[in-house]
Structure formats: structure tokens, C-alpha cells
């Protein structure tokens, strides 16, 4: 198995409280295929994966390895306080396609560092699929520091780390103990990091604008990997650029709902999140539609594919 490139964490179309928005998805899903990503990653941050209930994560995998048939490799977020539900729905994953699934700590119980080595010692001992480790301390509130990085680091079932922290240092150093392992990728979370993140090494992002954009994104791992430098400058200027959209909102949600009110407007799918968030109101997603107006990357906005 080879992680690189980009990954996106796609955003979770929903209906209606507990029913997927399967048109929506199947669009996503077609918008993807066709910017050539290297995978996807639902049931993640972006996914709100931890709010959704047990009976929509695996619709979501179920339909998203319906509509893929085989064409991109598919992760899954299996993140939980809940060792027993986390290796459950690991199965369920790997019974419906996926080549490894992805888990940060567990969140709620403030866990010691010896605890959290443990923990996913004791996930990747009982999964019956590979394991990327997830570093998300803005969510979880623990980091997997580097002491325990480097011990997960040793077990054969755990076979890479996408780490959004945003502390560039941090993945400096994930990248250097990453060494002792053949290939054990470690990707970027934060999409303007992309570039910073390759040059220390790493091999990809998992880019939520990519839900949006994604050719923008394949367009720029690609600038990268060739040393395009023009390339790589004029591209990330848009990425860049795209970042104003997760910050019309007031909360820490604001990257949430500009990216899913802007593909509802866009005509992807639903714009709906799942509790505990709203969406936008009228005034807000008026100043979504203008800013796609003037977004200088419009290019690369993905469309309603069907239409």
C-alpha cells in the first residue's frame, strides 16, 4: 500500500439529520475521480465523523465504496472514545473497501502519553486493517508527542501519520523518526502548508479546499513534485486566497460552514451540518456567493458535474 499525494477528507452530504444527501455524494465522489486525487478520506474532521450517528458512518462507507468501485483508494475515520466501536466500524470498513483506516486519540478523558501509547498499541493489535495515526490536538486535546510517535512507530500495523497540527517543527521531526520505518508517509493536514510540508519531506496533504477545487490541489502536489516553481507560486496564491473562505463565520466551525455553504451553492451537494452546527444565514452565505464571484480560482471550482 502507497499513501501520497492528495488525499482529500471529504465533507458528509447530508439530507436531513441521519440520511445522506446520495446525489450530492455521488457528485463529490465524480468530482474527485475526475482531478485524479490519490484517495479519499471520509468520516474525518471535515467529514464530521464524531457527529454522526453509528447507522450514517456506515451508509457513507457502504454508498461511498458503491460509487467508487474500486477506482481510488478509500480511508476511513474510525476515531472514537470507544476502543470496542472503533475496531467494530474498522471492520466494517475493510468488509466495504477500505485499504486502512485512520484514528486520532481518543477524545473527553484527559489520557496520559503512556495511556494514549496503549491505546493505539491496542487498536492496531485488534484491527484487522492498517492504521494511520492522526494527530489533532486543536480537537482532541492531546498531541501524540514524538516520544510516543516514535514507539507507534515500531508496529508493524501502523503504517503512517497525517498530522494537523500545523506546527511545522512537529512534523519536521514526525518526518525524521519516520525514517526508521520504509516507507511510512506522513501527510500534511492545513492545505496552505502543503508546500512547506513537502519540502521537510512529507508526501502529500489531505486538503479540505480539494472538496471544492480539487484539480487546484492535484494541480499543485504536481507543481511540487516536478519543481515547477512559477507554478508552484501561482497556484498557491489561489490556495492561499481559498483560506478567506473559512473565515466568515464568528466560531471555530467557520472553516466548516463556508466550505460546505459554498458547495451548496455551488451545486455539489446539501450544505447541511450536523448537529451541533447551523448553517449559515442569509447574510452570510450572501457574502459566500460574492466572494466565489471574485474568487480568482474559479477555474478550479468544481461544478454540479450532472447538470
Known sequence: MTILGIVPPLVTPLADRDTLDYAGLERLIESQVEANVNGVFILGTTGEGPSLSDHLRRALISETNRLLAGRLPIYVGVT???LVDAVSLATFAMENGAEAVVAAPPFYFPAGQTELRHWFTELADALPIPLLLYNMP???KIVIEDATLSALIDHDNIVG????????EYFAEAIKLASKRENWPVLIGPEALLIDAM???????VTGGANLCPKLFTQLFAAIVANNEAETSRLQKIVVELQQLY????YGSS???GLKCSMGLAGIC????????DVFKEAERQRVAEWLDGFSGREYLTQNISG
Not at 473565515?247 to 464568528?250: L, Q, S, Y
Not at 446539501?270 to 452546527?277: I, K, N, Q, V
Request: glycine share 20%.
Open 247 to 250: 473565515a466568515f463565520g464568528k
Open 80 to 82: 472514537d472514545t470507544s
Open 255 to 257: 472553516y466548516l460552514k
Open 270 to 277: 446539501s450544505g447541511r451540518l450536523a448537529a451541533p452546527f
Open 199 to 205: 519540502r521537510l519531506g512529507g508526501v502529500g496533504g
Open 138 to 140: 486543536s480537537c482532541v
Open 161 to 168: 501519520l497525517k498530522d494537523s497540527s500545523g506546527d511545522l
